[in-house]
């Protein structure tokens, strides 16, 4: 059992929650879930179709007590095991709510509540769930193979088939260019920034990008390992659709930055490196890194498969696999799965570098928080 941190305990309704940390091990115990953490309130950030959450509790009183619970929440089916709960004077019990979607609204938190009660005391737990899409998956896989392939563990709100969509592998261009230290007046807001894009200032150097209609993804990066005098400056990096809006900024306390948008809309894109601190104000040399990948991509062998069911609330395996990418570049592919309505649940970026990389360092602390 996890070790027990602290204890609340309620004099009026004689009822004790032990609480354990979240994603605490003990003896090399796996993690448990966040929503399971057991707190006197029930939160779950992302129910996929069904989540049954666990809670213990403690009797704290002198004699033996039966309570029976009432519970509901906005948008769900919500149901409590056992349907009346017997702890005896001193002992500890456990429950289970379980929380299925009904016609919660996506990405929207929804409230309830769960009560206990004896007839004499009631013991009352708030409840917030929110549903996400359908299914969930990693946003990013890497690799560095020229042959290979990669699997990624899904979890699954509904039953059924769900359909797939691959594009890839695309090559991720480098476009070079060279850039000083900007006007520190640029680097005010996201605003000033978007026009001294606009305007090509001294000191931001700015490329076009074509995103066609078919595009699943787009990505933009920096490597503070492709710029003279590496680790020694400072870039950011600010992305502008096709109707000149900002749709992406990367401002960390390095140049390695980074821009991802998925099924961004079609248009001729702005990508503006800006020179935040060049050694000693000088003109420096870059690589601006851009890779487009649309549905009609179909390169290097590049495959998704998806199982032929899944099933509410559970998890299950998509494999990749790819043949043939030439060394000492780097590829894009994309993956979209999709639920039984065709809609595009979930968007996953994978990226194979076959140019042995050095490993990104970790990203510095940003130099101001800056508003659009």
């Known amino acids: 059992a996890k070790a027990p941190v602290s204890t609340i ?76 709960l017997t702890v005896p004077a001193g002992e500890t019990r456990q429950y289970s709510v379980t929380l299925t979607r009904t016609n919660a609204v996506e990405n929207v938190w929804q409230f309830g509540s769960l009560t206990w009660s004896d007839g004499t005391h009631r013991v009352r737990s708030p409840i917030v769930a929110r549903s996400g899409r359908l299914i969930s998956a990693p946003g990013l896989v890497e690799s560095d193979r020229a042959s290979g392939g990669k ?27 060279t850039v000083g230290t900007a006007n520190p007046a640029i680097f005010s807001t996201r605003e000033t920034m978007r026009q001294a894009c606009l305007a090509s200032v001294p000191g931001v150097f700015v490329s076009k990008v074509v995103v066609p209609s078919s595009t699943m993804a787009a990505k933009f990066e920096l490597f503070d390992r492709d710029i003279t ?61 851009a890779g487009v990948v649309t549905t009609a991509d179909r390169a290097y062998n590049f495959k998704a498969l998806v199982p032929a069911q899944v099933y509410v609330g559970g998890t299950a395996t998509v494999t990749t696999s790819w043949s043939g990418l030439p060394t000492g570049k780097r590829f894009l592919g994309a993956i979209r799965l999709l639920e039984p309505s065709g809609a595009v649940a979930s968007t996953t970026l994978l990226q194979v570098e076959t140019n042995s990389p050095i490993p990104r360092a970790a990203s510095g602390a940003r130099k101001k928080d800056l508003g659009r």
């Open 229 to 289: 005098g590496e680790g020694t400056n400072d870039l950011d990096l600010l992305v502008l659709n096709g109707a000149n809006a900002d749709v992406g900024y990367s401002g960390n306390g390095t140049s390695d930055e980074m821009v991802t948008l998925t099924s961004p809309s079609a248009g001729t894109y702005t990508v503006c490196a800006l020179g935040y601190d060049t050694v000693n104000g000088g003109v420096i040399g870059f690589g601006l890194h």
């Open 151 to 177: 699997s990624l563990t899904i979890s699954t709100g509904f039953a059924g088939k769900m359909g797939v969509a691959a594009g890839g592998m695309k090559e991720i261009n480098r476009i070079a260019g």
């Open 9 to 84: 305990l309620d004099e009026t309704y004689k009822i004790a929650v032990t609480r354990f940390d979240d994603r605490i091990r003990v003896g090399g115990m796996a993690e448990i879930a966040g929503y399971n953490l057991n707190l006197p309130s029930i939160a779950v950030g992302n129910v996929l179709g069904t989540v049954t959450v666990t809670r213990s509790v403690t009797n704290v009183s002198d004699s033996e007590s039966t309570y029976t619970p009432t519970v509901a929440i906005t948008g769900f089916t919500a149901t409590v095991s056992p349907t009346s």
